[in-house]
């Protein structure tokens, strides 16, 4: 359940307000259509891109379960709750850096997201044992 979790509803909505950021202002991307020139040429969403993303995520999750096994190794019962909530936040977080420009919406979802991670927290005692 918590990888459906993660997946859906964790992490959803921070995910989806993205498309509500904008690089600059609607009448400059009119004014200079060559800001996106790249874009339409493909450089930047090419192989090499998406092998970087993969080696941060390999980076992140190593660094998570590593940290929370060194850290925790006396409570080995809790490390799945602690790396879990880690990956939660860590993930938050990196939508909240990509953000330039903030939209209201995007706090709400940024959230509403840990709202429901919290909320999850007091249902799911099966998963993360008593609080």
């Not at 459906?4 to 509803?9: K, L, Q």
């Not at 080995?76 to 919406?105: C, G, N, P, Q």
């Not at 706090?107 to 799911?124: D, I, K, M, R, T």
């Amino acid at each position: 359940f918590l990888m459906v979790g993660y997946a859906t509803i964790y992490t959803m909505f921070p995910v989806f307000s993205l498309v509500l950021d904008q690089d600059v202002k609607p009448e400059m991307a009119l004014l200079y259509p060559e800001l996106y020139k790249d874009l339409t040429k493909g450089r930047s969403l090419s192989f090499k891109t998406f092998l970087i993303w993969v080696l941060i995520s390999i980076y992140q999750g190593g660094i998570l379960m590593y940290g929370a096994l060194l850290l925790f190794e006396s409570e080995f019962v809790h490390v799945v709750a602690i790396s879990f909530t880690a990956l939660i936040l860590t993930e938050l977080l990196m939508v909240a850096l990509t953000i330039r420009t903030w939209h209201w919406l995007m706090v709400v979802a940024e959230f509403l997201s840990l709202g429901c991670y919290v909320a999850s927290l007091a249902f799911l005692n099966e998963y993360f044992g008593e609080i």
